[in-house]
């Protein structure tokens, strides 16, 4: 019969905070099969008696065979998993933001149709995007404004441009949802599509510049590349498309 593996764990568990890493090393542990010596620490004078007794500065610290592994990115290092860089660029803000767009807009096709598969659902697909991405650079409408000002170039000759964007991306998506008012909703969708594309290119294509992009809000780290200019040619083939019908 194989031994139990067994780590120790210590993380802090007090009555106003409880270590979310904590709670995530143990769960890893006992996923690998582990069983796990669960140590809480309590009270903030026992955590900094912790760190200076092991000479550690955060917590939590796991510990196996009596040789200590770390903390949690270090344990998940230690069973060979990847371990997140927080300044690494990644596309999947927007392509998990693309998927769920088009997940609603085929819902509400079936809803409204008894089919997820129109032309509407097209539509809606587009529409829905440019409100989410739109409420994401709202959530924080200055950190969105400086990392904007780094390509687009009306807003590089107007800094208020930077501020007015994204409740203009909200409100001509808003009004595609509803398919009213298109003599407004089309000319804005064309404008800061036209604008965001012919940026988008310079910055990207033409300077070679490596940016990050603002469309899912100021702290992102998604390039600015292929799908930053889909945003934009998608509010373009909309507005054309609508005009069209």
Same mark, same amino acid.
């Given at each position: 019969? =194989?031994a139990t593996r067994k780590a120790t764990l210590y993380r802090m568990v007090m009555p106003t905070h409880t270590c979310p890493y904590g709670l995530k090393a143990k769960d890893l542990l006992r996923r690998q099969g582990y069983a796990v010596e669960d140590h809480w620490l309590r009270t903030r004078e026992e955590t900094d008696a912790f760190k200076a007794e092991h000479g550690v500065k955060t917590t939590p610290q796991i510990f196996v065979g009596g040789e200590r592994v770390g903390g949690y990115d270090?344990? $998940? ?10 300044? #690494? &660029?990644?596309? $999947? ?7 769920? =767009? #088009? ?7 079936? #809803?409204? /149709?008894?089919?997820?598969? &129109?032309?509407?659902?097209? +539509? *809606? @697909?587009?529409?829905? !995007? ?13 950190? @969105?404004? =400086?990392?904007?000002?780094? /390509?687009?170039?009306?807003?590089? $000759? *107007?800094?208020? /441009? !930077?501020?007015?964007?994204? @409740?203009? +991306? ?12 298109? *003599? ?12 965001? &594309? ?11 510049? +490596? ?16 799908? !930053?200019? =889909? +945003? ?14």
């Amino acid at each position: 019969m =194989t031994a139990t593996r067994k780590a120790t764990l210590y993380r802090m568990v007090m009555p106003t905070h409880t270590c979310p890493y904590g709670l995530k090393a143990k769960d890893l542990l006992r996923r690998q099969g582990y069983a796990v010596e669960d140590h809480w620490l309590r009270t903030r004078e026992e955590t900094d008696a912790f760190k200076a007794e092991h000479g550690v500065k955060t917590t939590p610290q796991i510990f196996v065979g009596g040789e200590r592994v770390g903390g949690y990115d270090d344990l $998940r290092r230690f069973f060979g998993k990847r371990v997140a860089d927080p300044k #690494a &660029t990644s596309y $999947r803000p927007v392509i998990a933001l693309f998927v769920m =767009t #088009a997940l609603m807009a085929l819902a509400a096709s079936q #809803a409204v /149709y008894a089919t997820p598969f &129109t032309l509407r659902a097209v +539509e *809606w @697909f587009v529409a829905f !995007s440019m409100a989410v991405l739109a409420l994401l650079k709202l959530q924080n409408v200055e950190s @969105f404004a =400086t990392m904007f000002l780094n /390509y687009d170039l009306l807003a590089k $000759r *107007w800094v208020p /441009y !930077s501020y007015v964007y994204p @409740f203009a +991306e909200g409100l001509a998506g808003v009004l595609m949802i509803a398919g009213v008012l298109t *003599w407004l909703s089309v000319p804005i969708a064309l404008f800061i599509g036209g604008v965001g &594309t012919v940026s988008v290119v310079k910055a990207v294509y033409i300077d070679r510049r +490596e940016l990050k992009c603002a469309c899912v809000g100021g702290s992102s780290n998604v390039p600015l590349g292929f799908l !930053s200019l =889909t +945003e934009n040619l998608m509010m373009i083939g909309m507005a054309v498309w609508m005009v069209s019908r």
